[in-house]
């Protein structure tokens, strides 16, 4: 029998241009008014603004004693402040509103005797110190969400916390499910024994989970026969009451292909077949060792700006990093909670940059999951799929910063940026190279960017020195079965893994910024270190962007 090829495959980047270029999704929903309560899963159908400022009231970030800070300065171990707890020091717990006069909290733990009559302050504390000031997490009139996102059940306490009792959103998609096949069985009547030459019918109650989860009404149809006519028919029925149809049909290149016929009876058929590239994708295969679900979050500042200079920030947001199937030993395995120090510098710096103003179009990603080990992690020997269609050996599973990067790092060419900055605690060979709490190392495939970055870390105090990106650092990356390996061994450990990202930073300037020695201060405070670089997570890199992009808006 001759096969015969309706349409030539498309790619998926094809498919989806071809959709899109027909078809803007949300705009065939008509929006209805809920209560916030009640719109976890539903998509906003307009920006949503806060009505009050959230905190609305100065709060306390920590327990302790809310003061004036003004009352503290002066004070040292030798001259201590002695404030008088219930009319100079009030005890408050954390989340409680500052007492009137008080504008910071000293931790109880820095009190010697907090059940005493007064408490000693042996060095002064700043204005705000432990406070969450008014309006700290949102400002009355800032938008709270977007038009066009999920409402998350954060996103529902971010909504009732700045007085958004009532919400706008698109009516729930009604979605029509066609199982097709002569052969199948219902699922409703799987508890008896198969005839011979049928199957069991239950991709459609798959598609039902599936549809539902995404925020859709699904409807199951009858099973239809093998024919074009009853397809047709069946069709046309749930179209005239549905919003979409999915049909639960293989779709073939042979000459008895109902699907095409029919879709083909009644419009035109924009794409028969998707040429999809196998593989796990990149983040998903970090991800899929643990019980936590992966998070691609994607911010924007002046989306609707096509006249500004856009540049990408991209950090890494492993939230805890066991080292998956390749495991960390246990010494400071606490410590890999603050794995995800990119991610937060970016998203410090995406908050930053709105109450600023700055005029650019600004993106933040930051692709998070943890990376555990399990009975469904990846493992050495896996080939991973990233985003841009590479294919990935894995050799160690605690080279998963760079994996997930590499999604982002792809996905942030549609943005057609400037420029893509990506921050992340990437490798222990970094500190090896600087120093812990020295530098953090600079690599980039443009000398103007590299120079930019360079000049912000000098005026912001987050100091960076450039790394070279030689090309023997790719042959490093070979590989027998992928187009590169995630690790190239301990040797190049630095170097290696920074060419890696470079694979999937195409088009555009981009700049890698690896801070693993300058996430975390592990020494006591001291008199000659700034009061912002405290023991513990520094938020490097927040202040290094910042100025990067206050010195690209007033460079124009």
């Given at each position: 029998m001759k096969r015969h090829i309706y349409l030539r495959m498309k790619s998926v980047a094809e498919a989806r241009e071809i959709f899109l270029s027909r078809f803007t999704p949300?705009?065939?929903?008509?929006?209805?008014?809920?209560?916030?309560?009640?719109?976890?899963?539903?998509?906003?159908?307009?920006?949503?603004?806060?009505?009050?400022?959230?905190?609305?009231?100065?709060?306390?970030?920590?327990?302790?004693?809310?003061?004036?800070?003004?009352?503290?300065?002066?004070?040292?171990?030798?001259?201590?402040?002695?404030?008088?707890?219930?009319?100079?020091?009030?005890?408050?717990?954390?989340?409680?509103?500052?007492?009137?006069?008080?504008?910071?909290?000293?931790?109880?733990?820095?009190?010697?005797?907090?059940?005493?009559?007064?408490?000693?302050?042996?060095?002064?504390?700043?204005?705000?110190?432990?406070?969450?000031?008014?309006?700290?997490?949102?400002?009355?009139?800032?938008?709270?969400?977007?038009?066009?996102?999920?409402?998350?059940?954060?996103?529902?306490?971010?909504?009732?916390?700045?007085?958004?009792?009532?919400?706008?959103?698109?009516?729930?998609?009604?979605?029509?499910?066609?199982?097709?096949?002569?052969?199948?069985?219902?699922?409703?009547?799987?508890?008896?024994?198969?005839?011979?030459?049928?199957?069991?019918?239950?991709?459609?109650?798959?598609?039902?989970?599936?549809?539902?989860?995404?925020?859709?009404?699904?409807?199951?149809?009858?099973?239809?026969?093998?024919?074009?006519?009853?397809?047709?028919?069946?069709?046309?029925?749930?179209?005239?009451?549905?919003d979409m149809v999915l049909i639960n049909a293989g779709s073939s290149a042979g000459t008895e292909d109902y699907t095409y016929q029919a879709v083909a009876a009644l419009g035109e058929v924009l794409v028969h077949g998707v040429a999809m590239m196998p593989g796990k994708p990149t983040l998903l295969g970090v991800a899929q060792g643990s019980e936590e679900p992966a998070v691609f979050i994607v911010l924007e500042y002046n989306p609707d700006r096509p006249d500004l200079d856009t540049v990408v920030l991209v950090g890494k947001g492993i939230t805890f990093d066991s080292g998956g199937i390749s495991l960390k030993q246990a010494d400071n395995l606490d410590r890999m909670r603050g794995d995800m120090a990119g991610g937060a510098a970016v998203l410090a710096a995406m908050q930053a940059i709105g109450r600023l103003g700055l005029p650019l179009h600004v993106v933040g990603l930051v692709p998070a999951t943890e990376n555990m080990p399990g009975g469904y992690a990846y493992k050495p020997g896996d080939v991973l799929t990233a985003m841009n269609g590479k294919t990935i050996e894995i050799i160690s599973t605690d080279a998963e910063g760079r994996l997930i990067l590499a999604d982002a790092l792809a996905y942030a060419r549609r943005f057609e940026p400037k420029a893509v900055v990506d921050i992340a605690t990437l490798t222990g060979a970094c500190v090896v190279a600087l120093g812990q709490g020295v530098a953090a190392g600079l690599f980039s495939n443009d000398e103007g960017l590299l120079t930019r970055l360079q000049a912000a870390g000098n005026a912001g105090g987050e100091r960076v020195w450039p790394l070279p990106l030689y090309d023997e650092y790719l042959e490093k990356l070979e590989s027998l079965t992928a187009d590169v390996v995630n690790s190239a061994g301990r040797n190049s450990g630095v170097g290696s893994s920074a060419m890696f990202l470079k694979q999937f930073a195409e088009g555009y300037p981009w700049a890698h910024l690896d801070i693993a020695g300058m996430s975390f201060e592990e020494r006591p405070d001291t008199p000659k270190r700034p009061p912002y670089l405290r023991k513990g997570g520094t938020g490097f890199g927040v202040r290094l962007l910042i100025q990067f992009l206050r010195d690209w808006a007033a460079a124009g």
């Open positions: 949300g705009t065939f929903l008509p929006p209805e008014g809920v209560l916030t309560v009640a719109a976890r899963g539903r998509v906003t159908a307009a920006p949503v603004w806060a009505r009050r400022s959230s905190p609305a009231l100065h709060q306390a970030a920590m327990d302790g004693f809310a003061v004036a800070a003004a009352a503290t300065f002066g004070a040292t171990p030798e001259a201590p402040r002695r404030l008088r707890v219930g009319v100079e020091a009030f005890p408050v717990n954390t989340g409680h509103v500052m007492p009137p006069g008080t504008d910071a909290v000293i931790m109880v733990e820095q009190i010697p005797d907090p059940e005493a009559e007064t408490i000693t302050v042996e060095a002064p504390i700043f204005p705000w110190h432990n406070v969450r000031r008014v309006g700290e997490d949102l400002v009355a009139g800032e938008m709270v969400l977007p038009e066009g996102v999920r409402i998350t059940p954060w996103g529902q306490g971010a909504l009732l916390a700045a007085g958004v009792t009532r919400v706008q959103v698109r009516r729930r998609p009604r979605v029509v499910i066609i199982p097709t096949g002569s052969e199948l069985i219902p699922a409703s009547e799987l508890d008896r024994d198969l005839p011979p030459g049928r199957l069991p019918e239950f991709n459609s109650v798959m598609l039902s989970g599936l549809v539902a989860e995404a925020g859709g009404v699904p409807e199951v149809a009858p099973i239809c026969p093998d024919d074009t006519a009853s397809l047709v028919a069946a069709l046309q029925e749930a179209l005239s009451r549905a």
